[in-house]
């Protein structure tokens, strides 16, 4: 009798509950990382009655969460991917943009140039034609400092980005050694196995979010925490631990403006992978930097070629032609590695007679206490240095020269074109200084020098192969085909995420038709179960009604 | 498979999304009448494009050069013209003047014609062209070929200007000269020599006033003459050169650009039932959207 009551009581509690958690389901079916909950109800030891065993009721087992580990791994390692292509492509996109539709880029100036240098030779003595020529020098000049700039601008962009991920990846790491503790002491308490189902999916969303914008290894412990590694195993969160190794961002010894990742002030930015991190600084080495190289070395080469030809001609007044374009008082930047303390000078200057042989690259000059060694950057070749340092030397189409000789080990970063699109500047304003003769006795009417200007326009000037246009036509052509793709691995890696998303997403997530049928069979088993009460208690009117 | 609501619902706004996106890009290309509108739409097309327009403009310019140039000939060939005309014209008047009919008087009248028959061929021998510089002073434009030079005796007059032709580029490795020097066309031989036409004239001139004209002067006049018509011809075979690398540069021109229209340019019946087929899908998946949003149990609870 009192067994039908008991019964009915653990049905009406265990119902309770599933309505409860079937609520809770409805209610979080837009929360971000929730994973459905379900009650797990065991049936009571039966007891026996001689004649057999009865049942005794319904217990509340656990509420646990429908949770797939492998594929939560499989869903942080698709989102590391998708966030890598993706800050890549939207970063590439951008360059895309800059260096332009082909038709409004830096092409149509240069070929305006080299056109008002055949009008100058149709009219070698008029001024207004002088004048336009002068004007498209400019224009050409401004349109390489636009484009420069405009790079800048990613470059400033770019290392905003990486911090915004550094302070992400901190903020997020401090978070998850919180909910460490919070776990581990909530496991504690559980005596069935029993799990902070809530708090572990906010720890779950956390290590994602981390995932967005680095690559990581999360490793569980046995008491519920857990490890999370990144780069080569660095450390960013160990299980046990109260604190959280720091992320920050620091500038490269030789240049402030290129950025380098730390873990707890240890330099690892050639061990980051993955994420939005990953993506920037990738874009940063595969993309902005050799198309501001490429840039710097098409405007450079120009600006050499140009006041060369300029300078075999004569200009009005029977002067050699001075120069048309200036690339600053200093065009190649030479920084001195602070780390080493072997002192010394280096000067770099550009080689007028063969600018030409100007490589997209920048160089490192090692010094180890005895000798020179001259590495180029972008393919990582030494390259020889006959007679240095005690003549100066030629190489790539700049000399180097020894000023003070180090006393110990010592490292020179060298940029021969890296800031050649940015200091390119039209040097000449006055109209009768254009060299358009070609002898400096003969009259007005004299155009040879003009006519070769004009003829630059088709010459392979670049690594004596390429015209000037069709250099920028190729860079436009490389960072247009690693722009596509990276939109075609962007759209590629965004696929695989939402397929894995789809898979974790059927298995946890929150189906409302489900948890509309769930609703109807809990209540109805609980409308049942208390019906069971209301049986119980007419039993018992009977059994009172047959002593009256 | 279960489906998670909320997941479904994001993946169906992603998709209608999406296809915005792509229907955007096919607006852009419409509105922009081309299919390539950054390089990353077309890596290896980009840098043809490049080449193309600059092929393109570079060619156009060559074309102005070749106007430029046929306006200086042209003018040139005029203005030979009107000297191989008055040079006729002192033939004649010297055949005239020899005649032994001819009295101090009627030699003294011709001689007033030949001079001004002389003045206007030194006015053609300084003829200026449309900016103003002097089309045979050779690379000199600013100075006039050629001018008194004030002496009691031959030379009268000096030519100024110097033996340089001007090139003018006509092609991608054509060059043109567009003037003569102005001693090729009247002398003299050499420099500060007193063989040119105008002396010659001025000679013939003086002797007309002095009653003794020579019989040379015939011989003269006909070399003059030879020399001017060398020019002359030379300068129509240049005119037809022009002419015919005009042609050559406009079909170059045309090729070129049916070319980069192939490479850039959209196919806008293609474009447009993409554009009509996106619009439909979107459509669809709008409308697919709103039905599946109203399927709920909820509803019927």
């Known amino acids: 009798m009192t067994s039908i009551l008991g019964t009915a009581l653990s049905g009406l509690a265990a119902f309770q509950r599933s309505l409860d ?48 580990q492998f594929i939560s791994g499989q869903v942080r390692s698709s989102t590391t991917a998708f966030n890598q292509a993706d800050a890549y492509q939207t970063l590439a996109s951008q360059v895309d943009n800059v260096i332009g539709d082909p ?68 903020a997020d790491a401090k978070a998850i050694v919180e909910l460490n503790k919070q776990i581990v002491i909530a496991t504690g308490q559980a005596t069935g196995g029993q799990q902070p189902n809530d708090l572990l999916d906010k720890r779950d969303a956390l290590l994602n979010k981390l995932a967005e914008n680095i690559d990581i290894s999360v490793v569980p412990q046995q008491n519920g925490a857990v490890s999370v590694f990144v780069g080569q195993g660095q450390t960013l969160v160990l299980g046990g631990s109260n604190q959280a190794s720091t992320l920050s961002l620091a500038d490269s010894s030789t240049d402030p403006q290129h950025k380098e990742i730390q873990l707890n002030n240890q330099t690892i930015t050639s061990q980051i992978t993955g994420g939005k991190l990953g993506g920037n600084l990738s874009f940063r080495d595969n993309v902005l930097d050799p198309s501001q190289l490429q840039l710097g070395v098409l405007a450079t080469t120009f600006a050499e070629t140009v006041n060369n030809q300029h300078a075999l001609g004569y200009d009005l007044s029977g002067i050699a032609g001075a120069n048309l374009f200036s690339l600053g008082s200093q065009p190649i930047t030479v920084v ?98 254009v060299a358009a003769a070609g002898s400096s006795s003969s009259g007005p009417g004299d155009n040879v020098n003009a006519l070769s200007l004009a003829g630059l326009a088709s010459a392979t000037v670049l690594n004596g192969s390429t015209t000037f246009a069709s250099g920028y036509g190729n860079l436009a052509s490389n960072v247009g085909a690693l722009t596509n793709a990276a939109t075609i691995n962007r759209s590629a890696q965004n696929t695989l995420l939402t397929q894995t998303q789809q898979s974790q997403a059927s298995i946890s997530g929150v189906n409302l038709d489900e948890e509309a049928a769930n609703l109807i069979k809990f209540q109805n088993a609980y409308q049942a179960a208390a019906q069971a009460i209301s049986v119980s208690r007419s039993v018992f009117d009977t059994l009172i009604g047959a002593f009256r | ?107 003294k009248a011709i001689a007033n014609e030949v001079d001004q028959l002389n003045s206007q061929l030194i006015g053609l021998a300084n003829t200026r062209n449309a900016s103003g510089d002097y089309l045979f002073s050779g690379f000199l434009t600013s100075t006039p070929a050629f001018a008194s030079t004030g002496n009691a005796s031959a030379p009268f007059y000096s030519y100024n200007g110097d033996s340089n032709q001007r090139l003018v580029q006509i092609g991608e490795s054509r060059f043109i000269t567009d003037s003569d020097p102005g001693s090729n066309v009247f002398g003299p031989s050499s420099a500060g020599g007193t063989d040119s036409l105008f002396d010659v004239v001025k000679s013939f001139s003086d002797d007309l006033k002095a009653n003794t004209p020579k019989t040379s002067i015939l011989d003269q006049l006909s070399s003059a003459l030879d020399k001017i018509s060398n020019v002359q011809s030379s300068n129509g075979a240049r005119l037809n050169a022009l002419d015919r690398q005009q042609t050559a540069n406009a079909d170059y021109l045309l090729s070129t ?17 993409k554009y009509n087929l996106q619009t439909t899908t979107l459509q669809a998946a709008q409308q697919a959207f709103t039905k599946v949003q109203q399927l709920s149990l909820f509803s019927f609870l």
């Open chain 1, 336 to 433: 001195q590695n602070p780390n080493l303390s072997g002192g010394g000078s280096i000067s770099a200057s550009l080689d007028s007679t063969n600018p030409q042989a100007l490589q997209a690259s920048d160089y490192r000059l090692d010094y180890n206490g005895s000798s020179y060694s001259l590495t180029r950057l972008s393919d990582n070749q030494n390259i020889a240095l006959p007679g240095f340092p005690g003549a100066s030397v030629s190489v790539d189409g700049f000399v180097l020269q020894q000023t003070t000789a180090p006393t110990g080990a010592s490292s020179f970063l060298i940029r021969p074109a890296f800031s050649g699109a940015q200091n390119i500047s039209a040097a000449l304003t006055d109209p009768t200084k």
């Open chain 2, 257 to 273: 650009q049916t070319v980069l229209s192939n490479t850039q340019d959209l196919d806008y019946a293609q474009a447009i039932s």
């Open chain 2, 1 to 107: 498979m279960r489906i998670s609501t909320a997941f479904t619902q994001t993946q169906s706004v992603n998709s209608i999304v999406d296809q915005q996106a792509r229907l955007n890009e096919t607006q852009l290309q419409l509105s922009s009448g081309k299919q390539v509108l950054k390089p990353s739409d077309n890596p290896a097309a980009a840098a043809q494009i490049v080449n193309l327009n600059h092929s393109i403009d570079t060619t156009k310019q060559y074309q102005d050069n070749i106007a430029v140039a046929q306006g200086n000939l042209g003018l040139q060939a005029t203005t030979l013209q009107s000297a191989n005309d008055a040079v006729q014209r002192l033939r004649e008047l010297a055949t005239q003047a020899l005649n032994d009919s001819n009295n101090a008087n009627d030699r």
């Open chain 1, 103 to 170: 038709t409004t880029g830096l092409a149509p100036i240069l070929t305006a140039f080299f056109d008002s240098a055949n009008k100058v030779a149709n009219n070698p003595a008029s001024i207004p034609a002088r004048q336009v020529f002068l004007s498209n020098a400019d224009s050409v000049s401004q349109q390489f400092n636009n484009v420069a700039h405009q790079f800048d601008t990613l470059r400033s962009q770019t290392n905003a980005n990486l911090q915004v991920s550094v302070d992400d990846i901190n």
């Open chain 1, 21 to 68: 958690t079937t609520s809770n389901n409805i209610a979080n079916v837009d929360t971000e990382g929730y994973n459905r909950q379900r009650v797990e109800l065991t049936s009571r030891d039966s007891v026996s009655i001689g004649s057999g065993f009865i049942g005794q009721g319904v217990n509340v087992a656990n509420v646990s969460r429908i949770y797939d």
